[in-house]
């Protein structure tokens, strides 16, 4: 490898959202620095096969349904 032109790689510990740690390499922040998730396999429906809901932003789904009524979806 050429000198000075990689990141440092170092150990970094990953804290899931349930409260779990590992510790991992990579080149985000530096030694011993904690990587806390917001989403991870634990929790995202993804992974989990929980169901899916449907957010209905600035009533575009309403209108949506609305111009489509007639269709039988």
Do not use: C, N
């Amino acid at each position: 490898m050429k000198k000075g032109i990689h990141p440092d790689y170092h150990f970094i510990e990953v804290k899931l959202t349930d409260g779990t740690t590992y510790q991992t390499r990579s080149t985000y922040g530096a030694e011993g620095d904690t990587l806390a998730l917001e989403i991870d396999p634990s929790a995202h429906p993804a992974w989990t096969g929980g169901s899916q809901r449907l957010i209905d932003s600035g009533g575009r789904v309403s209108k949506f349904k609305k111009k489509y009524e007639g269709l039988g979806f």
